[in-house]
């Protein structure tokens, strides 16, 4: 753990009955390395995985089990546990309890503060990979990114049943890092101004056309892709969630703007470059999610093209447009750089395209997906993706299973987020 980023926080770490339990041990040693404040509290189950012995020494405060402790509830002891802390995290997340808090219930110490908690809420599931394929925690899963907990994980890998598939929880590096990302920025209550300093954060998304003549442009289906932006839009919302202020720069998408953002409508890639670079000089975070066109007709006629009887062909010359983020990402603005997260759609090898496009590039970030699986990417609710992102050590990467663009969203601006910490501000006082 590099600077102390979580420094005097304070972290309300919840631990259900489940393997992975063990790694609660050294997810309390982390956050408290990074300078945070843990008090844990453990379902009666999870004391048959790890000792509540083991996890006060390492947080240095009591633990509790217990909604009924007479002591500890002498002064309404989980209430005033729940105001307590600044994030409420889970880790494991059985599918027990994600069933427990998708359907509200309070039968014990934990779910009780998950129902008075107002901190932001993060949960990391932790189960067989047939438990975590089930309808049944899908639905849950879904239920409680709706109700506003974020999610970090489930990995795939081998299990402890011997099985193999997601449903392993995410290291614990990962999962302090989701803190992080958590409580980089604090949605501002309601009625009240942002306040000076709030985090900018600029999207593109959507496709980009690029005109023949006055009434044609090149179709989707020939130099851009199927991008409806739905991915774009999620980021947006997901932004806007963290207190984030927005501005999305958009191709030609038949979605509603996220309430809260700024919106810059375009249409070519030479427009959502012009708006890409006036903005970004200014931008905390910049995400390129648009599919933009790789290239555009090199003389665009002036008037509508005609077809002849005779001509049973026409040839265009073509040459390339601008590469936004790229060029976002060699910036030398006056002040800090923003993070720089890039899209890549492969349709094979997506992880080695990926690690290319990140060096290749100079990003902070890269979100990768294979377009080619049926339901996913363009055009559909869901999504999968390897992330990928520098660290000071190197690089670092996660898989993100199939689930809907809003959820897969929150995720990556969580990430990106968890960036910002550290970099070198050179900004100029005013």
């Not at 004391?47 to 006060?56: G, R, S, V």
């Not at 199927?226 to 969630?241: I, N, V």
Request: aromatic share 4%; net charge negative; charged share 20%.
């Amino acid at each position: 753990m590099a600077a102390l980023t979580l420094s005097g926080k304070r972290v309300l770490l919840g631990v259900s009955a489940g393997v992975a339990a063990y790694k609660s041990a050294l997810i309390t040693r982390l956050l408290k390395q990074a300078g945070a404040e843990v008090r844990v509290v453990m379902t009666a189950g999870a004391e048959a995985f790890i000792t509540p012995l083991t996890l006060q020494a390492l947080s240095g405060e009591p633990v509790r089990t217990s909604l009924l402790d007479p002591d500890a509830e002498a002064g309404m002891g989980h209430i005033e546990l729940a105001r307590w802390g600044d994030v409420l995290l889970i880790a494991p997340a059985t599918a027990d309890l994600m069933a427990k808090l998708a359907h509200g219930f309070a039968d014990d110490l934990l779910t009780t503060l998950c129902l008075a908690s107002d901190a932001p809420r993060l949960i990391a599931p932790a189960m067989n990979q047939a438990m975590w394929r089930s309808p049944a925690t899908q639905r849950n899963a879904a239920t409680l990114i709706e109700d506003g907990w974020q999610q970090v994980g489930p990995d795939a890998g081998d299990q402890a049943c011997g099985d193999t598939g997601f449903g392993r929880m995410s290291e614990p590096e990962a999962i302090v890092t989701a803190v992080e990302g958590c409580l980089a920025l604090t949605p501002p209550a309601a009625g009240v101004d942002r306040p000076a300093g709030t985090r900018h954060v600029v999207i593109t998304a959507g496709p980009t056309r690029e005109a023949l003549d006055p009434v044609r442009y090149l179709s989707k289906h020939v130099l851009s892709n199927r991008s409806s932006g739905k991915m774009g839009f999620a980021l947006a919302a997901a932004a806007l969630e963290q207190g984030a202020h927005v501005t999305l720069i958009s191709g030609p998408v038949a979605l509603a703007t996220p309430p809260g953002a700024q919106r810059i409508d375009v249409a070519s890639a030479a427009e959502m470059h012009r708006e890409a670079l006036r903005l970004a000089p200014e931008a905390d975070v910049f995400v390129g999610c648009a599919a933009v066109s790789d290239y555009r007709a090199a003389e665009a006629a002036e008037h509508k093209l005609k077809k002849t009887a005779d001509e049973a062909t026409l040839t265009l010359t073509l040459e390339k447009n601008p590469d936004i983020i790229a060029d976002v990402a060699g910036l030398e603005p006056a002040r800090r750089p923003p993070v720089v997260a890039g899209f890549a759609a492969e349709t094979r090898d997506v992880r080695r395209y990926a690690e290319d496009k990140l060096a290749r590039k100079a990003l902070d970030m890269i979100v990768a997906n294979d377009v080619s699986a049926a339901g996913l990417g363009f055009g559909s609710d869901d999504n999968a993706a390897w992330l990928l992102w520098r660290t000071p050590e190197g690089s670092a990467s996660e898989h993100q299973p199939p689930q809907p663009k809003t959820q897969l969203a929150r995720t990556v601006i969580q990430r990106a987020l968890a960036l910002l910490p550290g970099r070198p501000d050179t900004r100029e006082t005013p």
